[in-house]
């Protein structure tokens, strides 16, 4: 088992910890930068939403997993940055220019958004991003004149430079590196005094408080980051479906994107990718499974109760998710045979003075 012994501050804020990260991160870097030219076209329409899912993934897993706020709302913040995209792009605005105006856009409602955070948590919270949700659905639908209600936005694709990206290459390395530079700079915000203050009011509003965080500020500055990520999420989302409408952003899409948060395991930016590989891989194999199985079973509600299953064996069994799993894995074979079942007992994630609420 590695074992690192820290002797300065810079040591402690690497991006990379030791020397075997970085081989391993390279490995990976290089398979997927060789992905196009070994997996055939429908593999690849996969990942393409696998990374799109990560971008989502990694701003709901800032708000959910680092911050503690919950959202049950940020199908809305997806809609607003691919409506963003759809409109920008219609009215002829380079690619460069329309994508951070839907992180701007989806940012700007994250700030409204996050305004209620400041006296909500809990229940009353989820019901608060719920709502916003059911209200951006809403809006969407009706103010036909600038969204085409349920017809609907067509997008072209991508074009760079002058250069338009047809085919699933093009796409993939721009997806590739925008979900390569949203990892990089959260990694990078958690390591400074804002994302350290994030982490505060996750584990205890009251001793963030006591120690001078400005909870207002944060709060509202998690969410809006958040947003930000999903709007860039989807925008790209937007350009690989080619059309938009309101019945792709509602409530079970909100819910989706919680799962995927869930599932990769809380708390974990590996969580967000694992998550949305494991929410885009699952359906592909449920609908393989189906040619397997019975018609009375192999109905249009098999997908739904497969979730609700994997969902709730995963909050019972493995609540640290995905992520959390392949901790115990490598653990117990870094330390065989002197593993000990009680190493990652959950601990009381409450300090002692929230007690007093």
């Known amino acids: 088992m590695r074992f690192i012994f820290k002797t300065d501050y810079e040591q402690d804020i690497r991006l990379f910890k030791h020397s075997g990260q970085k081989f391993w991160y390279g490995l990976l870097m290089a398979a997927l930068l060789a992905a196009p030219f070994a997996l055939d076209e429908y593999v690849m329409s996969q ?41 920008m792009q219609a009215r002829g605005v380079p ?12 940012a700007a409602a994250g700030f409204v958004i996050g305004l209620p955070a400041l006296r909500l948590k809990g229940i009353y919270l989820a019901i608060a991003t719920l709502a916003f949700n059911v209200i951006v659905e809403e809006g969407i639908t009706r103010w036909e004149s600038l969204t085409g209600g349920n017809s609907g936005l067509h997008l072209k694709p991508v074009e760079l430079f002058g250069v338009r990206l047809d085919g699933d290459t093009g796409f993939y390395y ?59 999420g989807g925008a790209l989302y937007a350009h690989k479906v080619t059309f938009i409408s309101p019945e792709q952003f509602t409530l079970l899409q909100s819910i989706e994107l919680v799962t995927i948060v869930i599932l990769g395991g809380v708390g974990s930016l590996h969580g967000a990718a694992l998550g949305a590989g494991f929410v885009i891989v699952l359906p592909q194999l449920i609908a393989v499974a189906k040619d397997y199985l019975p018609g009375s079973v192999a109905g249009s509600g098999l997908q ?54």
Request: hydrophobic content about 55%.
């Open 47 to 87: 990942v393409h939403f696998v990374l799109i899912y990560s971008i989502v993934g990694l701003g709901l897993m800032l708000l959910v997993g680092f911050t503690g706020q919950i959202s049950l709302g940020h199908a809305a913040f997806l809609a607003v940055g691919a409506y963003t995209e759809a409109l």
């Open 304 to 357: 739904a109760i497969v979730f609700g299953l994997v969902l709730i064996s995963f909050i019972v069994f493995e609540p640290l998710g995905l992520y959390g799993r392949w901790l115990k894995v490598r653990t117990w074979f870094e330390l065989f045979p002197f593993y000990r079942k009680g190493m990652f007992r959950r601990q009381k994630s409450y300090m002692k003075s929230e007690r007093l609420r």
């Open 174 to 232: 721009v997806c590739l590196a925008l979900t390569i530079l949203s990892i990089l700079a959260l990694m990078n915000l958690l390591r400074s005094p804002t994302g350290r203050a994030f982490v505060a009011i996750r584990d205890s509003e009251i001793s963030a408080s006591c120690m001078g965080v400005n909870l207002a500020k944060y709060k509202t500055l998690s969410f809006a980051i958040s947003a930000a990520l999903t709007g860039i």
């Open 95 to 106: 690619f460069l220019v329309s994508l951070p105006c839907a992180a701007l856009f989806a």
